[in-house]
C-alpha cells in the first residue's frame, strides 16, 4: 500500500492550495482516507475525513475553509485549502483506514507534504 501526497508548497496569508494524495495498492472505496497535519514541536492533529460512502468530517475549527473531496476512479483524495492563514503551516499527510479522527486509526500512512503559509 502507497500513498504519494503532493502539492504542497508557499502561500500567502489569505490564499488557497490544494494538496492531492495517490493512493496505490488497496481498493480505494474500501476505506476511510483522511488528512492530518503536524506542526513543528506539535503533535499530528485531525484535519478532516471522508469514509467509504462520502460522508465527511472536518476538524471544527477548519470547517468552512478545508473540503476534503475523493476521485474512486483516480485513487486519489484531495484537500482544499481557502483563507489560510500562518498557523495552517505544517506537514499535511493523508491517511488511510477506518472512519475517525484519531491518528491511530488509520494503519496506512502518506510520507508528508510541507504547506507553508506566509504572513
Known amino acids: 500500500v502507497q500513498l504519494q501526497a503532493s502539492g504542497g508548497g508557499l502561500v500567502q496569508a489569505g490564499g488557497s492550495l490544494r494538496v492531492s494524495c495517490a493512493v496505490s495498492?488497496?481498493?480505494?472505496?474500501?476505506?476511510?482516507l483522511a488528512w492530518f497535519r503536524q506542526a513543528p514541536g506539535k503533535e499530528r492533529e485531525f484535519v478532516a475525513t471522508m469514509g467509504w460512502n462520502g460522508g465527511t468530517v472536518a476538524a471544527d475549527s477548519l470547517k468552512g475553509r478545508f473540503t476534503i473531496s475523493r476521485d474512486n476512479a483516480k485513487n486519489t483524495v484531495y484537500l482544499q485549502m481557502n483563507s489560510l492563514k500562518p498557523e495552517d503551516t505544517a506537514v499535511y499527510y493523508c491517511?488511510?483506514?477506518?472512519?475517525?479522527?484519531?491518528?491511530?486509526?488509520?494503519?496506512?500512512w502518506g510520507q508528508g507534504t510541507q504547506v507553508t503559509v506566509s504572513s
Open positions: 491517511a488511510a483506514g477506518a472512519f475517525g479522527r484519531r491518528v491511530d486509526g488509520y494503519a496506512y
Open positions: 495498492g488497496v481498493t480505494l472505496s474500501n476505506y476511510a
